[in-house]
């Protein structure tokens, strides 16, 4: 990964979450597992008080967006997002950087996953269709419901902490 896109995020993290973590997210912090950055972006989750939480922040030169999956983070900015921002400063290392794997660089069958888990559902649905595959034969081929299959699109692109 570019020092730059580390360089950018860490600016973007300490201007939004400048002090110390507040009381509610003091048990969070360090609490991460599945901590991943792709460029500007850092996820991971975390076990919460009523399930275990999908947070994401993405950092750019405009500031900082973030989500968690928790009842109060879908716009995030909850002490969940705050948690996570702090112990990416205080330890980027303990996050995997993970490169995003384009579709000219799957060769073989272990490449899928990686290309799979670079992308949005909606952006290969949109890869799909420029290759003449429509969302219900993609649906129908990995056997799943369309609707089930839209369900999920909109909700990724609703709550962004999936990808």
């Not at 939480?53 to 030169?61: F, H, N, P, R």
């Not at 303990?94 to 290309?115: E, I, M, P, S």
């Amino acid at each position: 990964m570019a020092n730059s896109d580390l360089d950018l995020l860490q600016t973007a993290l300490k201007r939004r979450w400048s002090r110390g973590p507040s009381q509610k997210a003091k048990p969070y912090v360090h609490a991460f597992s599945a901590a991943e950055r792709r460029g500007t972006k850092i996820t991971a989750k975390v076990v919460g008080n009523h399930g275990t939480y999908t947070v994401s922040i993405q950092g750019d030169t405009q500031g900082v967006t973030s989500a968690c999956s928790c009842y109060i983070g879908k716009h995030g900015y909850c002490h969940h997002c705050e948690a996570l921002a702090i112990t990416f400063l205080a330890d980027p290392s303990a996050f995997q950087a993970v490169k995003r794997k384009q579709v000219k660089d799957v060769r073989q069958l272990t490449d899928v996953r990686a290309y799979l888990n670079s992308v949005t559902l909606d952006t290969l649905l949109t890869q799909l269709k420029a290759k003449g595959i429509t969302q219900k034969a993609f649906a129908e081929q990995i056997g799943m419901n369309t609707r089930h299959l839209a369900a999920i699109k909109s909700s990724e692109l609703r709550h962004h902490y999936f990808n």
